[in-house]
C-alpha cells in the first residue's frame, strides 16, 4: 500500500531520492518534487536509460542549475549497466535528453557513483525513512542492493514508474522502457525483501497531458516556467511525429504523485518477476495472477487512479513550484 505522506497532517516532509533518467518526463516530475514541501529530496541519482548515462548526469546538474531549488540535494554519477545500454529514448527526449536544448552546465562537479549515493543516504537516515522513487531503468537500486545486502530492508520503500501488468509494452511488444534497459536489474529489485510499489504503464498510459497544457503553464519569468516552456514544445512534436499524438505522456509525473497523493489511486498486492532471457519477451514483467498463485506475492502495483485529479495535481504542482519562494 502507498503510504499516506506524513506532512498532510503536518508532520516530517518524506525523505525521497528521486534516480532519474532525464528524460522530459524525468524533468517534469523534477520540478515537481523539488519544490514541493511534502518532500525532502535528499538525492537526486543519475541513471542512463533515455539517454547515455554522461548525458543523464550532465543533465542532473543542468536541471538543478536552471531551476535553482529552494535545498539543492546530493547528486548521483549514472554508470553504464554491466551489459550496456541496448536502447536509448532520443526518439521522444531528443539526442541529450533534454529536447535537445542542451543546456548549459555551470559547473559540472566530480560526484559520486550513482550506487554510493543510495547506499550513503538510506545508512546515515533513520530505519526504513527514505523512499526511493524509480523513475528510470533499476541499474542503479540493484547496485546499491549488492554493494549493501542490508539495505532492502533499510529502504522504507521503493516506488517505481516500469513494467506492464496487462497491457502492451512501449519498447518492445512485451517490454516497458525501464524493464527492458536492465532487465538482469530490474529482476534482482523485483526479487529483492524491500517494500516494493510499482506505477506500470496501464496505468500511466491513460494520462495523456494535452496542448491545452502549454496554457496552463507557469508565467515565463518564472524559472520553472522558462524551463518547462523550453523542453515541453519539443515534446510535443516529437509524440506528434513520433505517435500522431495531440499530446504527451508523463509517466514519472504519475509515478511521484502516486508518492504524494496516493489517496488518487488504487493498488492490489502482486507477485511480479521480469524475463531476462527471452528472444522476444527479454524485459517483460509478469505477474502471477492464476486463480491460484504459486509465486509469493511481492509487491504492490497500481491498476486505477483518478486520471482528472492526477492531471490538476500535475499541473497544480508545476505552478506552486513556479511560486515556491527560495529559503533564507
Ligand atoms: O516507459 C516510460 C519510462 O521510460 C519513463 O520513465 C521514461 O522517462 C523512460 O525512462
Ligand atoms: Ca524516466
Redesign the pocket.
Known amino acids: 500500500m502507498l503510504f499516506a505522506d506524513p506532512a498532510s497532517e503536518g508532520l516530517m516532509a518524506r525523505k525521497v531520492i528521486l534516480d532519474v533518467?532525464p528524460?522530459i518526463?524525468?524533468a517534469i516530475a523534477l520540478c515537481l518534487a523539488l519544490f514541493d514541501p511534502r518532500l525532502e529530496v535528499v538525492a537526486i541519482t543519475a541513471v542512463g536509460?533515455?539517454c547515455s548515462p554522461a548525458n543523464a548526469t550532465r543533465n542532473v546538474q543542468a536541471i538543478i542549475e536552471q531551476l535553482d531549488p529552494p535545498r539543492w540535494p546530493r547528486l548521483g554519477a549514472a554508470s553504464p549497466p554491466d551489459a550496456g545500454l541496448p536502447v536509448n529514448?532520443r526518439h521522444l527526449h531528443g539526442v541529450d535528453g533534454l529536447a535537445g536544448v542542451e543546456f548549459e552546465v555551470a559547473e559540472l562537479h566530480h560526484l559520486h557513483p550513482s550506487e554510493k549515493v543510495i547506499c550513503d543516504q538510506v545508512r546515515g537516515a533513520p530505519e526504513a525513512s527514505i523512499t526511493i522513487v524509480a523513475?528510470?531503468p533499476l541499474t542503479n537500486i540493484a547496485r546499491a542492493f549488492q554493494r549493501d545486502p542490508e539495505l532492502p530492508s533499510l529502504v522504507g520503500e521503493i516506488v517505481m514508474?516500469?513494467g506492464t501488468v496487462a497491457g502492451p509494452g512501449?519498447i518492445t511488444p512485451a517490454a516497458?522502457?525501464?524493464m527492458y534497459c536492465d532487465p538482469g536489474s530490474a529482476q534482482a529489485v523485483f526479487r529483492s525483501r524491500s517494500t516494493k510499489t510499482l506505477i506500470p504503464?496501464d496505468v500511466t498510459n491513460r494520462l495523456v497531458l494535452s496542448f491545452d497544457l502549454l496554457n496552463r503553464l507557469p508565467d515565463e519569468a518564472t524559472r520553472v516556467g522558462r524551463f518547462l516552456r523550453t523542453i515541453l514544445p519539443p515534446a510535443f512534436r516529437g509524440y506528434r511525429q513520433r505517435f500522431g499524438l495531440e499530446g504527451i505522456h508523463v509517466?514519472?509525473s504519475v509515478a511521484l504523485t502516486a508518492v504524494t497523493e496516493p489517496e488518487l489511486f488504487s493498488t492490489e498486492e502482486m507477485a511480479g518477476d521480469v524475463e531476462t532471457m527471452g528472444e522476444l519477451t527479454t524485459g517483460m514483467t509478469i505477474f502471477d495472477r492464476r486463480r491460484v498463485p504459486s509465486w509469493r506475492n511481492n509487491m504492490e502495483v497500481a491498476t486505477e487512479m483518478q486520471v482528472g485529479a492526477v492531471t490538476e495535481a500535475i499541473i497544480r504542482g508545476m505552478n506552486d513550484a513556479a511560486r515556491r519562494p527560495k529559503l533564507p
Open positions: 533518467d528524460g518526463d524525468d536509460g533515455n529514448g523513475l528510470g514508474m516500469g512501449n516497458e522502457f525501464n504503464l509517466h514519472d
